[in-house]
């Protein structure tokens, strides 16, 4: 009986220790089985690849024990703590269905499963951008298109409004030289279209000014008087010349370590002066030809700034020994870009290029170091980078170009039609004394400035529509002698045939930097 009673009071005493666990391991199975949430992945969505392949899998169970299968099949995925993504290939278009499954912890626990069924859509919104209208330099562009099936359009990485026909319209600043407009469907597929924006240049009748000259009241005065006389209404002052001085006390640390800079004038104060007057001023910047620069960097080492010789030497071609820097050399890009950016942060309101372009002379003379595209579009490319930063403070940006690169693009690597692209206007050189006899089926050019100028004008008005449709021409005319004499009559003659062809600006040049005004008429 003894023992019968042991046994029956032990009984409970097992009992319980069997069922304590059991007791503590039920509310802990509801604690350890693992949740799995697909947050960004509602039952039913339609999504494009990359939001299924961005998609993440929230759970706080053994990620590395999980099991996902898409459609059935499993499909490889990334994991961390607390997270799993699909790693394999985007799913193709249509439905599909998704499977994700966290063992619980012990495993005898039931496991944390979650199911989605999808629909991946692989078409992006229609998106059609009209061509934006162009406008004068800081005055906002309008922006205007239409959107099919789209949920929201950014321009300019700000929301557009959509209306009930999907036809969207917003205003970006004018200085912008390029506009991206998106369109996002629910999905999240992107419709994306780079759209230009160009500047329309108001115009102008303006005479070349070096910064020496500029110093100079014997020089500079008449020019004021000009102004003031109505018969120019523009000043292109040299910013960086053939010589690769810099007028003005240049800030650019390139500058300042190769001592390009001079302290001819004060460019803030001329160009404030200048615009009291009602003045325009343009900078002009020679780019590539550059001798100060082309030195400096032979004799520290950067010799891939310079322009060589197939021997590896400078290339001299009758411009000196160290003429030429190497358009295709990023520093020396770069270099040029950041003057034009700080002439257009002074107040200059135009930068105009001179020497953008390759030495004349045999090219397979020359070499350039670096240069992994043709002359011609590195050329533009280099034009194409400067636009957005002189832009961005309110200037516009020209490129002086040689009469020939209408009709001989790749003798100096000017292509007119990409150069339109990236540029506001094009400057052509078309003094008639540079131009051969017979040229344009002009006898002696030289002696007929009208015939020459119109024709040749003519082909560079055509091949800047050809580029964009928005770029303008505005010609170097010649003011200055070489054969025969050009006086009034001579430079007049030039500004009529521009104006033949429906080209009403000009800019005038003489070295020496002196104007008969005879030649003008008010404007």
């Given at each position: 009986m003894f023992a019968r009673s042991s046994v029956r009071k032990r009984l409970p005493v097992l009992g319980a220790a069997v069922l304590a666990p059991i007791g503590i391991l039920i509310p802990l199975a509801v604690v350890l089985r693992p949740e799995v949430t697909v947050p960004a992945l509602s039952e039913g969505a339609t999504v494009s690849p990359e939001a299924v392949s961005r998609m993440e899998i929230a759970t706080n169970g053994n990620t590395a024990e999980a099991q996902v299968r898409l459609d059935g099949a499993p499909v490889p995925f990334e994991h961390g703590d607390g997270w799993i993504r699909l790693a394999g290939p985007a799913p193709a278009a249509g439905p599909h269905k998704v499977e994700i499954e966290v063992p619980g912890s012990p495993a005898v626990l039931p496991s944390g499963t979650v199911t989605r069924s999808f629909t991946v859509d692989v078409t992006p919104p229609g998106l059609v951008v009209e061509p934006v209208a162009a406008v004068h330099a800081q005055v906002p562009a309008a922006v205007r298109g239409q959107v099919t099936d789209a949920h929201s359009v950014l321009v300019h990485g700000k929301p557009a409004q959509v209306g009930p026909d999907g036809r969207f319209a917003a205003m970006v600043p004018g200085q912008v030289s390029e506009v991206v407009v998106e369109a996002r469907d629910g999905a999240g597929n992107v419709a994306a279209h780079k759209v230009p924006v160009a500047i329309r240049h108001p115009g102008m009748r303006a005479v070349h000014m070096s910064a020496l000259a500029w110093s100079s009241p014997a020089l500079r005065e008449p020019v004021m008087r000009m102004a003031a006389e109505k018969l120019i209404d523009t000043v292109q002052l040299d910013v960086k010349d053939e010589s690769g001085e810099i007028g003005y006390l240049s800030e650019v640390p390139l500058a300042k370590e190769i001592q390009a800079t001079r302290d001819h004038y004060d460019a803030r104060a001329t160009v404030d002066e200048l615009h009291k007057a009602g003045v325009r001023v343009v900078a002009r910047v020679v780019a590539f030809r550059d001798p100060i620069l082309a030195e400096a960097s032979w004799g520290n080492g950067n010799r891939d700034r310079v322009v060589q010789k197939a021997d590896g030497q400078p290339w001299t071609g009758g411009y000196g020994k160290y003429a030429f820097t190497n358009f295709a050399d990023p520093s020396v890009r770069q270099y040029n870009v950041d003057i034009a950016e700080e002439a257009a942060a002074l107040g200059f309101d135009d930068i105009l290029y001179d020497y953008v372009r390759r030495p004349d002379g045999k090219l397979g003379e020359m070499r350039f170091p670096g240069l992994k595209v043709s002359p011609e579009q590195s050329i533009a490319d280099f034009v194409g980078e400067t636009q957005p930063k002189v832009r961005a403070h309110g200037a516009v940006l020209g490129a002086s170009v040689f009469g020939i690169a209408a009709t001989r693009p790749e003798q100096i690597a000017q292509d007119i039609r990409l150069l339109a692209k990236h540029s506001d206007y094009v400057a052509p050189m078309v003094y008639p004394s540079h131009w051969g006899p017979g040229e344009y089926q002009v006898a002696d050019p030289e002696s007929q400035p009208f015939d020459i100028t119109q024709r040749s004008l003519a082909d560079f008005e055509r091949l800047t529509a050809e580029g964009d449709g928005q770029t303008v021409v505005i010609p170097w005319l010649q003011a200055f002698s070489l054969?025969?004499?050009?006086?009034?009559?001579?430079?007049?003659?030039?500004?009529?045939?521009?104006?033949?062809?429906?080209?009403?600006?000009?800019?005038?040049?003489?070295?020496?930097?002196?104007?008969?005004?005879?030649?003008?008429?008010?404007?």
């Open positions: 054969k025969r004499t050009y006086g009034a009559e001579e430079v007049r003659a030039q500004i009529k045939a521009a104006e033949a062809v429906g080209i009403k600006s000009f800019l005038l040049w003489n070295a020496a930097c002196k104007y008969d005004a005879a030649g003008l008429k008010p404007g």
